[in-house]
C-alpha cells in the first residue's frame, strides 16, 4: 500500500470512529435512560397462548409508534392480529422492512431465579453464579457484563426497546432514517405464527418492501457482529406403523404377531447410513458446496469442537465435514418415538402401533413436496402400502406391511446471497461501524415463521442478530446482556442512518 | 376290532359314564349351593397392592380351610406371606400340591357394568349383550350359559371355590383324596409373586411334593378340556441409547448431532430379519421341533386363523410354521420404546436419549443368560460399547456408540413331559372323565410366577384350566360361566378320587 492509500485509509477509519464515538456517547446515554420503558414493556406478560395478554402489549406497541409517527395497521389473520407500521420518510425513498416479534414463551414460574418473570431484575455474575443486585446501579459506566433478567428481555422485546431508543436518540438529533421505515410487528411468533403465510397471500400490498431485516436470535458464539443470509425451512412427517389391532400379551403371541416397534425402527433405520447421511435417492439433490460458497462457510468461527464439548458427543453425523458444511444440506431428524411404555409404566404386550414424528430441515435447494415423495416412495420401496389414514379393517387384512404417514410443510427455506446490493450494502455497515468484519451465517440451521414472507414476496432477507448467545432463550431466567442491549441500539443507528 | 374287545371297550365306557354320572348328580346340586359362599369370597376385595385387603382373604381362606382340616402354614417372605396348607391322608401315601392364587387385579370401577366389581352378579346374554338378572334364579336347571361377574370370579378365586365345594361334596359321602394333599396358595400373583421365588429356596421342605398341579388360566378356544405341560419364562432388558447431554434444537443441529432414537432403531432393526425371526447368533439354539413334538403340537386345535382375523393381521411371523410350533421356540420382543414426545407434545428436537423396553420369553431349551450374553454380543458387535450404568462424561467422549443394557430374568420357563407317568396319569383321568382326549399343550406362551418352583424343586408341574377363555381376565367385567364352575368341581373330583 502506497503512502496516500494508507492516508486515505486513516482518514475513512477516523470518520468511521468518530461515527462510533458519535453514537456511542448520546446513544449509551439515552439507552441506560430507556432502561425504565423497557422494564414497563417486560412487565407486560406476553404469552400468546393469552390473547387478553396479548392485547396488552398491542396497545402498549402502538403507543409508542404514535410517539414516534408511524401509522399502524393491525392486518386479521385467522389467529392473531399481524401489526404493520409504517414510517415515511419521503415516497421516493426505498422501504426497508423490520421484522421483531412481541410475544414470548409461557413460563414456568417455579423455575425462575426471581419472583416473577415479568418483574425484570438486575443481576451480576460472580462465583456462585447470577446475585440480583439494585437497579440503581444501571446509572455506572461500568455495567456492560450485567443481566436484566425477564421473559423476552432477549427474545424478542429487547431489540424492538433498542429499535425505539435508536428512534428517540435520531429525535434527539433531529434526524430521520434514511429510507422508508415498515415494521412487521408479530405477536405469536412462539406458537410459530399461525396467522403469517396466509398474509403474505391476502395482504401482499402491506408487506411489500425493498429489503427484510430480521432482528431476532442471538450472535455468533465467537461474540462477534453477525448477519444471518439463510434460514432452512421445516416440514414434519408423522410415521405409524401397525401391529394387532389392540395390544396383545408378548407372552401369548410374541413370535407370532408382528411387532409394530420392529417395523417402525426397521423403517427408520433404512432412511440413513451409519454416518447419519440420508440414503433416500435425491434426498441431496441440487446442493453443492462450490469454492466460493466453501470460502464463506470457513470464515465462520469454528464451533465443531465447542458443540462436542457442550453436547458431550464424540463423534457428529458426516453430512458436511464441518458444522456449517452440514447445516447447508436439508436434514431428516426423529424428534420423537413412541410404541407401549417404558419404565415403570413397562407392559409385557406386542404394541397396537408405533409412531415416529420427523422434521425434515428444508433448505432453498430442496423442493419440499420432492422430499416428502422421496421419503414416502423409498419406504414403499420396502414393501409398504402407504396410506394417509387409519388403515381399516380391509386394508390391515390385505396388506402385510402398511404405514401411515401424514406430512406437513411449516415454513419453506429462505437464503439471501451474501453477493446482492443489500448484503453487501449491509455488511459494509456493520463493518464499518464495529471495525471488524461480521460472521456471515449462509444459512442458519433453524427455521422463522418469516421466511414465507421472503420466499413468497421474493424480498431479501438478512437477519441482525443483537443479543447475547447464553440468553437462555425460551426457557427459565431468560435474560440479555446490558452491554449487548446498548451496543444493539447502536446497531439500529448505524442501519437507519444509512442510505439504501 | 373283535367282538370281545367291542363288548370290553363298552363295559370301560359305561363305567366312567357311570362314575361322571355320580358326580354329575351330586357335584352339580352342591356345587349350585356353593354358590352363595363364592359370592361372600368375591366380596373381598384382594388387590395385592393393598396388604389390609389380602389379609381379610387369608383369613376368608384360614377358615375354610379349618374346616377341611387342613393345616395351615404362613410362610414369611420379604413380600406377602405365602400360604401352605397341608392335609394328611396317610403318610406312606404321595402328595400332590395343588397352586392356586387369590389376589386379583387392581379394578376401574367406572368400566365395570355393575354397581361394584367385589358384588358378584348373575348376567344372562342376549342380543344387546349382557343383561343383570336375579341370583334365585341358580336355583333352575338349566343355568349353564349364566355368567357369574365379579373381579376374581375367573382368576383365581373361581377354581378355588370349585376345589372347596369338591372337597365339601366328599366329605358328604365321607371319601378322602386319595394321596396326601398340599395347597400353595400364593397372595400376589397379580404383583409376580415377588415373594415366590425366595420361597423356593428359604422353605424348600415345606414346597416339596410329587406332583404340581396348577389350577389358573383359562381352556382351549376350542372348549375341550385342557392340560398345560409347560409355560414360557421371561427376562427383560431395556436398552438407552444417547445423543447429545441434554436435548439440542432439531434446526441448529440436524445433520450434525448424531440422533440417538436412529441408533436404537437400528440397534433394533439388525435383530430380527423380516419375517420376524431374531438373528442374534445362538437365539434359538438346543429348540429342535422332532417329529413326536410335531404331532403334539398338530394335534392342538389350530387357532391360527383366528389370531389373525381377531387381530386384524395379514401375516404373522415365520418363526415357527403354525402359532403352536412357534411358541416352542425363546421370543425377543420390543414391548415399548420411547424417544423424545410424540402428538401434541411433539418438539423440534434432536433428542437426548432413546430408550426400548423389551421382554425374551424363555423355553426350557434356553440358558437366560446366554440369551442376554447374545444380545450383548450382538450389539457389542455393532461397534457399541454396553454399560450398565449411565455413561460418565469421560464415557460419552470416548465412544462413538454407547448403549445401556440392564437385564433382569423374572421367570424361568419349565416343562413336564406329556409321557411322564404323571402326565399319563393326569391325562387318562381327564379322558376317561370327559370321554374325550384332552387339548394337550406342550408350552403355552405366558410365563406363570409359579415356574421357579418346577425348575428349582424339581417337582413335574402341570396346568389344570377350567375356566372359560372370554372370561376379561385382568380385564374390567372379569366373570366365570356357570357352566365351568360346576365342571370344574367335577374335574376335580375327578382328580382327587384318583389313585396317584
Chains 1, 2 share one sequence.
Do not use: C
Amino acid at each position: 500500500m502506497k503512502l496516500k492509500h494508507w492516508i486515505l485509509y486513516l482518514f475513512v477509519l477516523s470518520i468511521n470512529v468518530n461515527a462510533q464515538r458519535e453514537y456511542e456517547k448520546g446513544a449509551r446515554e439515552i439507552g441506560i435512560h430507556s432502561l425504565e420503558r423497557f422494564k414497563s414493556f417486560l412487565a407486560l406478560a406476553n404469552d400468546a397462548s393469552n390473547g387478553n395478554e396479548i392485547q396488552d402489549n398491542i396497545r402498549w406497541v402502538e403507543e409508542q409508534l404514535y410517539i414516534h409517527d408511524f401509522e399502524v395497521k393491525l392486518l386479521k389473520t385467522s389467529s392473531l392480529p399481524l401489526m404493520i407500521a409504517n414510517l415515511t420518510i419521503n415516497n421516493k425513498l426505498p422501504t426497508v422492512a423490520f421484522y421483531m416479534h412481541l410475544d414470548g414463551q409461557a413460563v414456568d414460574r417455579s423455575k425462575w431465579n426471581q419472583e416473577d418473570p415479568y418483574k425484570a431484575v438486575i443481576k451480576q455474575k460472580n462465583a456462585t453464579g447470577f446475585q440480583i443486585i439494585s437497579w440503581d446501579v444501571l446509572n455506572d459506566d461500568n455495567i456492560d457484563d450485567l443481566r436484566i433478567f425477564a421473559r423476552s428481555s432477549s427474545d424478542d422485546k429487547g431489540p424492538f426497546s433498542m429499535f425505539l431508543t435508536a428512534l428517540d436518540y435520531l429525535n434527539s438529533k433531529n434526524k430521520r432514517p434514511e429510507y422508508n421505515l415498515k415494521l412487521i410487528l408479530d405477536f405469536e411468533e412462539e406458537q410459530s405464527s399461525p396467522g403469517l403465510p396466509e398474509s403474505v397471500k391476502t395482504h401482499k400490498e402491506d408487506l411489500l418492501a425493498e429489503l427484510l431485516l430480521i432482528f431476532d436470535g442471538p450472535m455468533h458464539s465467537s461474540g462477534r457482529p453477525t448477519l444471518v443470509f439463510g434460514n432452512r425451512g421445516i416440514a414434519t412427517l408423522t410415521l405409524t406403523t401397525y401391529g394387532p389391532i389392540t395390544a396383545q400379551h408378548s407372552g401369548h403371541y410374541g413370535n407370532y404377531i408382528p411387532n409394530p416397534a420392529l417395523a417402525l425402527s426397521k423403517v427408520l433405520a433404512s432412511m440413513k447410513d451409519d454416518l447419519g447421511r440420508v440414503v433416500v435417492p435425491k434426498f441431496y439433490n441440487g446442493v453443492f458446496i462450490d469454492p466460493l460458497t466453501k470460502k464463506v462457510l470457513e470464515a465462520v468461527p469454528s464451533e465443531d469442537a465447542s458443540i462436542k464439548s457442550r453436547t458431550q458427543i464424540s463423534t457428529t453425523d458426516q453430512v458436511g465435514l464441518t458444522y456449517q458444511e452440514s447445516i447447508q444440506y436439508p436434514s431428516l431428524n426423529i424428534r420423537g418415538m413412541r410404541s407401549g411404555w417404558v419404565g415403570k409404566e413397562a407392559r409385557t404386550i406386542i404394541p397396537a402401533t408405533a409412531t415416529a414424528e420427523m422434521d425434515i430441515r428444508l433448505v432453498v435447494e430442496s423442493d419440499p413436496l420432492a422430499l416428502i415423495a422421496g421419503v414416502k416412495l423409498h419406504i414403499e420401496n420396502l414393501g409398504y402400502t402407504v396410506l394417509n389414514h387409519e388403515p381399516t379393517k380391509e386394508e390391515r387384512l390385505n396388506n402385510a406391511k402398511i404405514i401411515k404417514i401424514n406430512s406437513k410443510i411449516a415454513y419453506p427455506a429462505y437464503r439471501t446471497d451474501t453477493q446482492t446490493k443489500e448484503g453487501k450494502w449491509l455488511t459494509k455497515i456493520i463493518e464499518d461501524y464495529y471495525s471488524e468484519s461480521p460472521v456471515i451465517i449462509r444459512t442458519s440451521g433453524g427455521s422463522v415463521p418469516i421466511s414465507p414472507f421472503v420466499s413468497e414476496l421474493r424480498v431479501p432477507a438478512i437477519g441482525v442478530p443483537t443479543v447475547n448467545l447464553d440468553n437462555n432463550q425460551h426457557s427459565p431466567n431468560e435474560n440479555i446482556r446490558v452491554g449487548n442491549y446498548l451496543k444493539g441500539i447502536e446497531t439500529y443507528l448505524a442501519i437507519l442512518t444509512s442510505k439504501f
